[in-house]
């Protein structure tokens, strides 16, 4: 019983977990792969209208996370390098929502284009309370593709919205001067994906070609090592690839995507020099009190040993 008791665990250990595949409505697939733990708990805190900052590198999937969020009043925008123009577009978009009378007894104005040229000339704060003033609390949730690059104006508009409307944001980074807006904001850490749902996504964007590659196992093996589990990269290396007229092994070692440094493998000069430094440690032991020494350089050959293979691939590519 025993035994049979240990295979079972040990199958359930070993058994590989399923990769989280189903249907996207926008982006450059039409599929997620993976993403399980950061799409619930971004539809758990958005239920509660609670306001929330994707993180992440470039290519990451922040974008494609975001064109796949829907709800019933919903405003997009692009980024705010140019503040006014933002929230002119925000209030633009308001009085098409029909809230005509209200922004003309706001403004005194009856066109589009008086509001426009209003807009852009008023304060940021009296464009904030026009906002404000002609909506209800967390009616409309606002989606901001990108703040990497907020200014302080950005920030003070944030920071006079964000408690009204809900507010959902992505961004590589925000500088610790800009990070005042973020008090109410829940972080999501956007991670690389894993390399099961690395092969399964350049698997799928792969069936058109399939049959011209020759070496299915190598490609795939070739996708994960160029691009660590990086969406976007997967997406683009699998696209340039399927452009061959026959993925050979020969084509696979040319073609990288662009945003990696060509490999140079360090591994045998590691190990090398990793064996040598083990050898001392058994050498020392061979010495009795003089080896000292010996056993310390070894022992810290073997710490580094177990992290080894993170090593090696921290030292075989850099990405630019």
């Not at 990793?274 to 310390?296: D, I, Q, T, V, W």
Request: proline fraction near 4%; charge should be neutral.
């Amino acid at each position: 019983q025993e035994r049979n008791l240990l295979r079972r665990v040990w199958q359930k250990l070993s058994r590989p977990q399923p990769v989280l595949v189903f249907p996207a409505k926008r982006g450059m697939t039409n599929f997620h792969v993976g993403r399980k733990e950061e799409l619930e708990r971004l539809h758990s805190l958005c239920e509660k209208q609670v306001n929330v900052l994707l993180l992440g590198p470039q290519g990451i999937g922040k974008s494609h996370l975001l064109d796949n969020y829907h709800r019933e009043k919903i405003i997009r925008m692009d980024d705010f390098r140019s503040p006014k123009r933002t929230l002119a577009g925000l209030l633009l978009t308001l009085f098409d929502d029909d809230k005509d009378e209200i922004f003309r007894l706001l403004l005194e104005v009856e066109q589009r284009e008086e509001l426009e040229r209003i807009a852009t000339k008023e304060s940021i704060k009296r464009l904030c309370e026009l906002a404000i003033d002609s909506t209800q609390p967390k009616e409309f949730t606002l989606v901001f593709d990108d703040l990497t690059d907020v200014t302080k104006y950005g920030v003070r508009i944030l920071e006079n919205l964000k408690n009204h409307f809900h507010v959902i944001a992505a961004a590589r980074r925000i500088k610790i001067e800009h990070a005042t807006f973020l008090s109410n904001f829940e972080r999501i850490e956007i991670q690389p994906l894993s390399r099961p749902e690395s092969l399964e996504l350049a698997s799928r964007l792969a069936q058109p070609f399939a049959e011209r590659i020759e070496d299915y196992e190598a490609f795939l093996n070739r996708v994960w090592e160029n691009t660590q589990g990086i969406p976007l990269f997967v997406v683009e290396l699998v696209e340039r690839l399927g452009k061959e007229p026959i993925v050979s092994l020969e084509v696979l070692q040319e073609v990288r995507h662009t945003a990696s440094k060509a490999e140079v493998d360090f591994s045998i000069p590691l190990i090398i020099a990793f064996s040598s430094l083990m050898a001392l440690r058994y050498m020392g032991s061979e010495l009795g009190h003089h080896s000292g020494a010996f056993r310390l350089l070894g022992g810290v050959a073997l710490i580094v040993a177990i992290f080894s293979r993170k090593i090696f691939l921290a030292l075989k590519r850099r990405f630019v």
